[in-house]
């Protein structure tokens, strides 16, 4: 990269142009003594130095062209790369850029995080006590310390077990809300937003960003005291045209579930990968199926019942802490079954842990109860009941996508997403259903970059009082 530096510093003393005014177009080809290993045998990819330039690369004949613009990011800058394939060597003929020491428009505009702990009044009611102040990062574009102007905002709701900091961390596909944002208002690929990532887990794994007298009420931390504290501290267009909601996984069934609820809050919804059951749904996931399941449930049930409400409360949080310290799959989903019962299926009247649980024993028989087994198939269910429901309000929305991988390891998943799109079709009502040949999260970051960010570029309103 050095090498480079040099070979781009010496080429603007040539033409007496600061490095700082490098725009322009550049071949990259194989006469040059130069060579740089970026990322061999990769196809996609991006890489950050400490340099003030922005490379794109892209294909032309036979040949590598990098379109090079200065980008002042601070003290970083950001390299996308189309297509890499082995090692590059450099030698540069050009269209040399304009003479005289300019900057670019782009001189300093990059967007920030935030990370904020908010009041989270509408979690008071939980009976296993939620912290009633909750975490969320905040993204802000590149314009908004030098402008007045008001955003539209996106709010991304995280899944099961995602803290919200991996969103920015890279777990997924590298993926890091600032950079990507940055990068695509950057290339022109989408406007300028501001984008919310509310906090959605709990010690159980996740909340489902539903009303639970149990967990919470998760559906109104996000409408009412996520939204009022966004709308209060920043310039955000706070009319439902200007504001999109999504998520992956637990988060994209929340974002349709609260959009479904809200369209007078939210006018747009993209749910990434959602957890959405069929009518068989529930019975493919698993986590009621199998004796030896039912027995634990039930015999954990009975050990907590002995307890002071206080210990028992105590040692249920010790109990699944020590579920997914198992790093065990069954364990896991063991804790997931809690989490959603605690969400779909809670019962203040009861001890710890609060479910109603559609199994009880009489004797030595394990009796079904069929009205609490219908809380557990519609909480990722019931969408037969719920889109005739709320038709007209899906009818209000201006934007509705699921977006699912066909090769989900979930299986439920796929058959859930295109069950409620045959229900939505069924009744008239606008979707679009995006698949791609992958998994649950293993296409994450360019359903996000390329999929849904311009898509929300495409029809969120920019401008106030434009649009119902």
Same mark, same amino acid.
Request: glycine content about 8%.
């Given at each position: 990269?050095?090498?480079l530096l040099?070979a781009?510093?010496?080429l603007? %003393?040539?033409?007496?142009q600061?490095?700082?005014g490098?725009?322009?177009?550049y071949?990259?080809?194989?006469?040059?003594?130069?060579?740089?290993?970026?990322l061999?045998?990769?196809?996609?990819?991006?890489?950050?130095?400490?340099?003030?330039?922005?490379? %794109?690369?892209?294909e032309?004949?036979?040949?590598?062209?990098?379109d090079?613009?200065?980008?002042?990011?601070?003290d970083?800058?950001?390299?996308?790369?189309?297509e890499?394939?082995?090692f590059? &060597?450099?030698?540069?003929?050009?269209?040399?850029?304009e003479?005289?020491?300019h900057?670019p428009?782009n001189?300093g505009? %990059?967007?920030?995080i935030?990370?904020?702990?908010?009041?989270?009044?509408?979690?008071?009611?939980?009976?296993?006590?939620?912290?009633?102040?909750?975490?969320v990062?905040?993204?802000?574009?590149?314009?908004?310390?030098?402008s007045?102007?008001n955003y539209p905002?996106v709010?991304?709701?995280?899944?099961?077990?995602?803290?919200?900091?991996?969103?920015? %961390?890279g777990?997924?596909?590298?993926?890091?809300?600032k950079?990507?944002?940055?990068?695509?208002i950057?290339?022109?690929k989408?406007?300028?937003?501001?984008?919310?990532?509310?906090?959605?887990?709990?010690?159980?794994?996740?909340?489902?960003?539903v009303?639970?007298?149990?967990?919470?009420?998760?559906?109104?931390f996000?409408?009412k005291?996520?939204?009022?504290?966004?709308? !209060?501290?920043?310039?955000?267009i706070p009319?439902?045209? !200007?504001?999109a909601?999504?998520?992956?996984?637990?988060?994209?069934?929340?974002?349709?579930?609260i959009?479904m609820?809200?369209?007078?809050? &939210?006018?747009l919804?993209?749910?990434?990968?959602?957890?959405?059951?069929?009518?068989?749904?529930l019975?493919?996931h698993?986590?009621?199926?199998?004796?030896?399941?039912?027995?634990?449930?039930?015999?954990?049930?009975?050990?907590?019942?002995?307890?002071?409400?206080?210990?028992?409360?105590?040692?249920?949080?010790?109990?699944i802490?020590?579920?997914?310290?198992?790093?065990?799959?069954s364990?896991?989903?063991?804790a997931?079954? &809690?989490?959603?019962?605690?969400?779909?299926?809670?019962?203040?009247?009861k001890k710890?842990?609060?479910?109603?649980?559609?199994?009880?024993? !009489?004797?030595?028989?394990?009796?079904?109860?069929?009205?609490i087994?219908?809380?557990y198939?519609?909480?990722?269910?019931?969408?037969?009941?719920?889109?005739n429901?709320?038709r007209e309000?899906?009818?209000?929305?201006?934007?509705?996508?699921?977006?699912y991988?066909?090769n989900?390891?979930?299986?439920?998943?796929?058959?859930?997403?295109?069950?409620v799109?045959g229900?939505?079709?069924?009744?008239?009502?606008?979707?679009?259903?995006?698949?791609?040949?992958?998994?649950?999260?293993?296409?994450?970051?360019?359903?996000?970059e390329?999929?849904?960010?311009?898509a929300f570029?495409?029809?969120?309103?920019?401008?106030s009082?434009?649009g119902?």
């Amino acid at each position: 990269m050095k090498q480079l530096l040099l070979a781009l510093i010496l080429l603007a %003393t040539v033409f007496h142009q600061p490095a700082i005014g490098l725009d322009g177009r550049y071949r990259i080809c194989q006469s040059s003594s130069i060579q740089f290993p970026f990322l061999p045998s990769a196809r996609k990819g991006s890489w950050t130095s400490d340099v003030d330039f922005h490379f %794109t690369c892209n294909e032309f004949a036979d040949n590598l062209v990098w379109d090079i613009t200065t980008h002042f990011a601070g003290d970083r800058a950001v390299m996308e790369i189309d297509e890499v394939d082995g090692f590059f &060597y450099a030698g540069i003929e050009a269209k040399i850029p304009e003479k005289g020491n300019h900057r670019p428009k782009n001189y300093g505009r %990059t967007g920030q995080i935030i990370r904020e702990t908010i009041p989270a009044p509408s979690l008071t009611n939980g009976l296993l006590n939620p912290p009633t102040r909750q975490p969320v990062i905040i993204y802000l574009p590149p314009s908004y310390n030098r402008s007045k102007k008001n955003y539209p905002v996106v709010y991304f709701l995280p899944g099961f077990t995602s803290p919200i900091e991996e969103y920015i %961390t890279g777990v997924y596909q590298g993926f890091d809300w600032k950079n990507s944002m940055d990068s695509l208002i950057f290339r022109g690929k989408i406007k300028e937003m501001i984008v919310v990532l509310p906090n959605g887990g709990n010690f159980l794994g996740g909340s489902f960003y539903v009303n639970s007298p149990v967990t919470g009420n998760w559906e109104d931390f996000i409408v009412k005291d996520v939204i009022g504290h966004i709308d !209060s501290r920043y310039r955000t267009i706070p009319e439902a045209v !200007s504001r999109a909601i999504c998520g992956n996984s637990m988060g994209g069934f929340g974002a349709l579930n609260i959009a479904m609820k809200h369209p007078d809050i &939210y006018k747009l919804v993209y749910s990434l990968s959602p957890a959405l059951f069929d009518e068989n749904g529930l019975s493919e996931h698993g986590m009621l199926s199998g004796s030896e399941k039912i027995e634990r449930f039930l015999a954990k049930e009975r050990e907590l019942a002995q307890l002071p409400d206080a210990q028992a409360k105590q040692q249920y949080r010790s109990f699944i802490r020590s579920l997914y310290s198992a790093h065990s799959i069954s364990e896991y989903y063991r804790a997931f079954s &809690y989490a959603y019962g605690s969400a779909f299926s809670p019962n203040k009247d009861k001890k710890t842990p609060y479910i109603d649980y559609p199994f009880r024993k !009489s004797g030595e028989k394990v009796i079904l109860d069929s009205a609490i087994l219908k809380n557990y198939e519609d909480g990722f269910g019931g969408w037969a009941t719920k889109i005739n429901r709320y038709r007209e309000n899906f009818r209000k929305l201006h934007l509705m996508v699921i977006d699912y991988g066909c090769n989900d390891k979930a299986r439920w998943i796929p058959g859930g997403c295109r069950h409620v799109s045959g229900l939505l079709e069924a009744a008239n009502i606008s979707h679009r259903v995006l698949t791609y040949q992958g998994g649950h999260n293993d296409h994450l970051r360019d359903r996000i970059e390329n999929h849904m960010l311009p898509a929300f570029s495409a029809h969120l309103h920019f401008e106030s009082g434009t649009g119902k």
